[in-house]
């Protein structure tokens, strides 16, 4: 009879079904395997062996989320930017992050942002790889100059710095050029584009820690795309680890989030590896789609 | 935790079966699945591969064997089900050049030139390596004597013709674009009748990156098509997306029905695991792995190699019978 009763109002539950259960659904969120099972675990040792019922189950789990994806630092960039305004030295902003994932879209993103906020902005191409990478740069600074000049508070300047391609000590020169351009022309912030790279190929990582120890940005952002899988764990960790013991990424941008639908668990495993907090999602491919993350909504589409 | 992991650990489970139980079995099997789940396989997947093993094993293996007969039943149980994975068991379309094409004529078998030109349109999610490959493409074939011409139909990316092109020029690759004209139905089809005019054996297009969530950028996708009728369309992945390759691979086959998948960044630690959840879905089958940034790194994919590799059992083959 109790136990009817119970079962009614949502009686208590057996744990392991559950866990296995939400594990699964966690999985099939693009949450990696090794995360998922240690969220579970948690949940369940904070549990324990009282009688659970579904509901704190989930309330539980999805404190738990929120936890994780809630950042313990300021993600406040603007008032950290406008704090170095008596600096002689420009802000110095710096995006990383694997092929393709989106840096340079998202760095014109943030370049727009900028602007709106009445901050002038130098684009540094330090991509001085991949083909097409500059010129890429060139027509996303002649599209936010064209806006720029439409807009009413038009009393902001954008920029391109670069010179062209190369290898070797070409990206720290380049770099230091434009903090140093910048400086003189009397710009707010250097946005620095780089070359994607394979976070697992130590030849192409290495250089990272040079150009950090060069340009010594303000803040360093890796770009990390939502479609990507368990790999997003070790991309993190890895880009993490890339500029040196004493420097780590400042935040993250997690792009392509309009991609992915409901499937938003690499926010998840990047900022579970490393705590590093995400400061922005990118929700597609224009300059107004870059979107500050609902740690809510997020949570919401895991648990749903 | 990549594919490559579940090689050893197929390895290490394998020779903990000693008296091949049904307990050793079992949690032998729990490993492959958890390995695969760790390298990004879809989940509806694994539940299925993992009934095939258990199926295929009550029925292959008796309890009179020998141990050692028993492992190599199991690992060659194992390597099938791996395969039959990536196995869309579809032959991807062979180009042939214009001028040596055969017909078979009144039952004999003729030389005659061949009209058409193979042509290859390039489609993807947004920065999944389509502008990339479309070069290491041209230049494998290229290589093999073929004439062959690339077209830059996206006009949306920013630097897109600029990409196309300074690979092109690289690689000595006639290409074709514009940086005025917007609109990239247009160019693909005046790029597309440019080098059929001009007798090119193969003429591969390239896209912009798009995703099913944005039915306008699929209506392209289709316009394009139409206009350019690829005899071959390829679909470029990136080897380490996630759960949603699933959904996104379904649509892009719906709406442009790619024969053939190209998949990208393979010289990276993910194992290609969403991916190869995407040839499931789709029975397509995956051409070529694309293993770098530089125009040579392109290797020709074959189900049972790749999964050898990945297995890090290289002469598997010979190990088992086929
Ligand atoms: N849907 C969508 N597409 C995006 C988003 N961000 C970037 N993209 C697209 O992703 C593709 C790659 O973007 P890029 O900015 O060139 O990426 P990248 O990381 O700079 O690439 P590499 O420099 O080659 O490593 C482009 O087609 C962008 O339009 C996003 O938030 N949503
Ligand atoms: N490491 C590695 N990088 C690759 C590979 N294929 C492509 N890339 C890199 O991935 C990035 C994106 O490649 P693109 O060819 O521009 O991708 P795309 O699909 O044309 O991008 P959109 O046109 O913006 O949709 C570039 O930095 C390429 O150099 C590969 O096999 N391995
Ligand atoms: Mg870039
Ligand atoms: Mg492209």
Redesign the interface.
């Known amino acids: 009879f109790f136990s009817k009763i119970t079962s009614y109002l949502g009686g208590s539950i057996n744990i392991e079904d559950v866990s296995k259960k939400f594990y699964d659904q966690l999985i099939s969120k693009n949450i990696a395997p090794e995360m998922a099972k240690n969220i579970i675990e948690k949940i369940k040792s904070k549990l324990g062996n009282q009688n659970v019922t579904l509901a704190t189950y989930k309330q539980a789990l999805t404190e738990e989320l929120t936890k994780i994806l809630t950042p313990n630092v300021s993600t406040d960039l603007l008032y950290d930017i406008k704090r170095n305004a008596a600096n002689p030295r420009p802000y110095v902003i710096s995006v990383v992050g694997v092929n393709g994932v989106g840096k340079s879209t998202n760095l014109a993103k943030l370049a727009y942002w900028f602007l709106q906020n009445n901050l002038n902005v130098l684009i540094c191409a330090c991509d001085t790889f991949r083909s097409g990478a500059v010129e890429q740069l060139k027509v996303h600074v002649n599209n936010l100059k064209n806006l720029n000049n439409q807009s009413s508070n038009n009393n902001t300047k954008i920029d391109i710095f670069e010179k062209g391609y190369g290898s070797g000590d070409h990206v720290v020169t380049t770099a230091k050029m434009a903090i140093q351009y910048a400086a003189n022309e009397k710009f707010d912030i250097v946005l620095i584009d780089t070359a994607g790279r394979t976070h697992s190929n130590t030849k192409l990582m290495a250089p990272l820690k040079k150009f950090g120890d060069a340009a010594n940005p303000d803040k360093i952002i890796m770009v990390g795309e939502a479609l990507v899988g368990t790999d997003s764990v070790e991309q993190a960790i890895n880009f993490n680890n890339a500029f040196g013991n004493k420097r780590n990424l400042d935040f993250f941008i997690i792009s392509k989030v309009d991609t992915v639908g409901d499937l938003v668990g690499t926010m998840i495993n990047m900022v579970m590896a490393t705590k590093v907090p995400i400061l922005f999602v990118g929700t597609g491919q224009t300059y107004t789609d870059i979107k500050r993350l609902s740690v809510k909504r997020v949570v919401d589409m895991l648990m749903n | ?1 990549v594919l490559a992991d579940l090689g050893s650990r197929l390895r290490g489970a394998l020779s903990s079966v000693e008296s091949a139980s049904d307990d050793e079995i079992n949690s032998m099997v729990k490993d492959v699945c ?1 390995a695969l ?4 396989v879809n ?1 509806k997947l694994v539940v299925r591969l993992r009934d095939n093993i258990k199926a295929k094993i009550k029925t292959e293996l008796s309890p009179e064997e020998t141990t050692a007969n028993k492992r190599k039943k199991l690992q060659k149980i194992i390597f099938d089900e791996l395969v039959a994975l990536v196995d869309s068991h579809e032959e991807p379309p062979k180009p042939k050049k214009l001028s040596t094409s055969t017909k078979v004529i009144n039952g004999k078998k003729k030389k005659v030139a061949k009209t058409n030109s193979h042509v290859i349109m390039f489609v993807g ?5 389509k502008t990339t490959s479309c070069t290491k493409l041209a230049v494998y074939y290229k290589k093999r004597g073929f004439k062959v011409g690339l077209v830059c139909a996206d006009t ?12 092109a020029i ?1 690689a000595s690759i006639p290409y074709y674009g514009s940086y005025l004209e917007q609109d990239p139905v247009k160019i693909a089809y005046e790029g597309v009748t440019k080098f059929k005019s001009e007798k090119f054996d193969i003429i591969i297009v390239d896209t912009s990156g798009r ?4 039915q306008q950028l699929f209506d392209e996708m289709v316009q394009i098509g139409e206009m350019v009728q690829p005899t071959q369309t390829i679909m470029v992945m ?1 080897g ?6 699933e ?2 691979a379904k649509a892009f086959k719906e709406s442009a029905n790619f024969g053939s998948i190209i998949l990208t ?1 393979m ?4 194992k290609g ?2 991916a190869i959840s995407a040839v499931a879905a789709t029975k397509t089958p995956i051409v070529f792995i694309g293993t770098g ?1 530089h125009v040579g790194d392109l290797e020709i994919f074959k189900p049972t190699t790749f999964i050898s590799k990945l297995l890090g059992i290289g002469d598997i083959q010979s190990l088992i019978e086929h």
């Open positions: 935790m958890t789940l760790e390298s990004d989940i999610l947004q920065g999944a390596g949306f990316r920013a630097g897109a013709f600029d990409q196309l092109k300074q690979n690289k995703h099913r969530q944005e990136d380490s997306i996630g759960q949603a390759a959904s996104q960044k010289d990276g630690h993910a695991g969403g940034e």
